[in-house]
């Protein structure tokens, strides 16, 4: 089932990605023509529909991590869920997913410094049964997030080539 979004639901979860803790009252000022019935009712409905989750995103940075890389691992299909359970119980793990049709797992990992990434892919990614390859990136910027909005405006000294 699917869920439509209009321009005040939009500007109610940008609001809200700003500042999770932000008042419906603080949200109706901001957004205009709302009650804060209407804004507390609109939310609800969004937390609901699973359009939106509210709750608290970790930021590895300030933890000390701020190395972010994305690893591709491919597994022998059989090995998968082996791989990815036990891949998903280390810390420097931020997010994990497996895709059963490709034989892949997509981490992110988080570290202080580059040579940790490489070290945990080569002493920990590498070792695990059933990994026959291998993609490291490092993510310096991101541009978009787990939250599927921009996580921040486009500077002038960033381009995109299409």
Known sequence: MSFSLDAIDRQIIVLLQED????ASEIARRVGDLTDRAVRNRIDRLVKSGVVYIGAIVSAE???LPVTSDVIVEVAPWKL???AQSLADFREV???AAGPQTGQ???QVHA???CEV???VRDVVARQDGVTRIT?????????GLTGFPQQPFSAHRSISH
């Open 105 to 107: 797992i997509s981490i």
């Open 81 to 83: 869920d082996v791989a």
């Open 118 to 120: 490489h070290s945990f």
């Open 62 to 64: 300030a933890l000390g």
């Open 94 to 96: 931020g997010y994990l």
């Open 20 to 23: 999770g803790r932000m008042s």
């Open 136 to 144: 490291t990136v490092v993510t310096p910027d991101v541009v978009k």
């Open 112 to 114: 202080a410094r580059e």
